[in-house]
């Protein structure tokens, strides 16, 4: 599938605090915790357990997060599909939209089941 300008604004203006709870009850229904979704978000992101509530609270849009965020240099290493979109394929114009469905796929792995260190990819040696 292919991203569209409407699809990565639409992506751009939700509400992170209204999709964090919904990525939160996935992974509770599977088993896993707040702590480990949070420790994922956290080695993507940049952000602690602090500082992702304070963008909670503050209700800030996907666009501020990311821009807020410092993406692990290791993120490139993050493929596959989500919603049925091939990470790698989306184009560099669509930054925020591909740090969103990485994100996911993190968070989908977590769900899956998928250990730790494996989640939070290290360059190979």
Same mark, same amino acid.
Request: glycine content about 4%; aromatic content about 10%; some cysteine.
């Given at each position: 599938?292919?991203?569209?300008?409407?699809?990565?604004?639409?992506?751009?203006?939700?509400?992170?605090?209204?999709?964090?709870?919904?990525? *939160?009850?996935?992974?509770?229904? +599977?088993?896993?915790?707040?702590?480990?979704?949070? $420790?994922?978000?956290?080695?993507?992101?940049?952000?602690?357990?602090?500082?992702? $509530?304070?963008?909670?609270?503050?209700?800030?849009?996907?666009?501020?997060?990311?821009?807020?965020?410092?993406?692990?240099? +290791?993120?490139?290493?993050?493929?596959?599909?989500?919603?049925?979109?091939?990470?790698?394929?989306?184009?560099?114009?669509?930054? *925020?939209?591909?740090?969103?469905?990485?994100?996911?796929?993190?968070?989908?792995? *977590?769900?899956?089941?998928?250990?730790?260190?494996?989640?939070?990819?290290?360059?190979?040696?």
């Amino acid at each position: 599938m292919k991203v569209t300008a409407e699809k990565n604004e639409k992506v751009a203006n939700m509400i992170f605090a209204s999709i964090y709870p919904l990525y *939160l009850d996935r992974l509770e229904k +599977n088993g896993r915790t707040k702590e480990e979704l949070n $420790q994922v978000i956290e080695w993507f992101t940049g952000f602690d357990q602090d500082a992702l $509530q304070v963008l909670i609270e503050k209700k800030v849009t996907f666009r501020t997060f990311f821009q807020k965020a410092k993406i692990h240099p +290791n993120a490139h290493l993050i493929k596959g599909v989500v919603c049925g979109y091939r990470i790698e394929e989306i184009e560099d114009e669509f930054e *925020l939209y591909k740090q969103c469905r990485r994100m996911e796929k993190l968070i989908d792995e *977590l769900a899956r089941g998928r250990k730790m260190e494996k989640i939070l990819r290290e360059e190979k040696k």
